[in-house]
């Protein structure tokens, strides 16, 4: 079976699984485990912050940002299809008492003039607009990636109103082997940054939150309060510090592959897709006839595992775990299960 479902399914490489058989541990609660101090400390360094702080998966980075950054009743600006919004189970006003305010954007991407049309004024009738919230790349836009001059330009009039910025980075990683901008480099425009380990950089666990030392300070005990502490947990650490040094070069491999298959699907009877979005490992496409729950069972059937986006949209991830004859591979699976 060839899985393209995401690049959460990729499995530790054997030389990661030796770096997390001989990880030094400690207990990282008291704050003495050497390999969770590593990776907290090389992950503040290359994204240009103070401190960071090592956490079970990114749904937690990202909801311990919000509480960090907010207060209960406040409200929170993010684009309509924002994975904090979108895929986080609810947990802004579950965890945070916090308003989403949604701003519409193309494949994830929005201006600094849709987010100033969106602010309120200090009114005892408003809540309180405190963040701003981009993904990068963006998940539900195929893996797009933001400019920087958009970037640059929110976080002009972020600071003009005095709001907080944080990035949803999960597939930083990505966007910066594409570009060959420094991750630090986006990052500089944001308060707080999450980043994952365990997507394109093939750790098994853990994401990582990083900002100014006050911020992660107070962002500790938020991780507490949501049960993000672990104990021994250098042995997990250590594969996410292993994939920090040994997987990011990697990266564009996943996004040759994701060409190639946008390339071949494209050639397909019947599906729709613009290979110009194709920008890093995430792959969007229809078919002009069938709805993406029978496209998927049709797919799982020939041997390829593919997901549904939406009613009529599938989305298919390169990885680690996938190979260039895999991807070829599945293009003529695919192509023959359509055709049948």
């Known amino acids: 079976m060839i899985d393209l479902r995401s690049d959460t399914i990729t499995r530790p490489t054997p030389e990661m699984r030796r770096a997390m058989y001989e990880a030094e541990v400690g207990d990282a609660v008291f704050g003495d485990d050497p390999t969770v101090n590593a990776l907290e400390a090389r992950t503040a360094e290359l994204l240009g912050k103070e401190a960071a702080a090592y956490m079970p998966s990114g749904t937690m980075t990202n909801q311990v940002a919000l509480r960090t950054h907010t207060e209960p009743g406040d409200e929170v600006i993010i684009e309509e299809q924002g994975h904090v919004y979108y895929y986080e189970g609810g947990a802004p006003a579950a965890l945070s008492g916090v308003m989403c305010r949604l701003v519409k954007g193309e494949r994830g991407i929005f201006t600094a003039d849709a987010v100033s049309a969106l602010l309120r004024l200090e009114d005892i009738h408003f809540p309180r607009t405190r963040l701003i919230c981009l993904e990068n790349t963006h998940n539900r836009g195929g893996g797009s990636i933001w400019p920087m001059e958009l970037i640059g330009e929110i976080a002009a009039l972020a600071e003009e109103r005095h709001l907080s910025m944080h990035l949803d980075g999960a597939r930083l990683w990505n966007a910066s082997a594409a570009t060959g901008i420094p991750e630090r480099d986006y990052a500089r425009h944001f308060d707080s940054v999450s980043v994952c380990f365990s997507k394109g950089l093939g750790a098994p666990v853990g994401s990582a939150l990083a900002g100014s030392a006050d911020f992660i300070r107070r962002a500790r005990r938020f991780m507490k309060q949501f049960g993000g502490y672990m104990r021994q947990a250098g042995i997990i650490a250590a594969g996410a510090l292993y994939a920090l040094e040994h997987h990011r070069e ?27 979005t194709v920008q890093t490992n995430i792959v969007l496409f229809r078919h002009r006839k069938m709805n993406s729950v029978d496209l998927m069972l049709r797919a799982h059937e020939a041997g390829v595992f593919i997901l549904p986006a939406g009613r009529d949209t599938m989305r298919a991830v390169t990885s680690l775990a996938v190979r260039r004859e895999d991807v070829l591979k599945a293009i003529d699976l695919i192509g023959a299960a359509l055709k049948a």
């Open 250 to 276: 990697r990266l564009p491999e996943d996004h040759a592959n994701a060409r190639l298959l946008a390339e071949g699907l494209v050639g397909i009877p019947g599906i729709e897709l613009d290979t110009g």
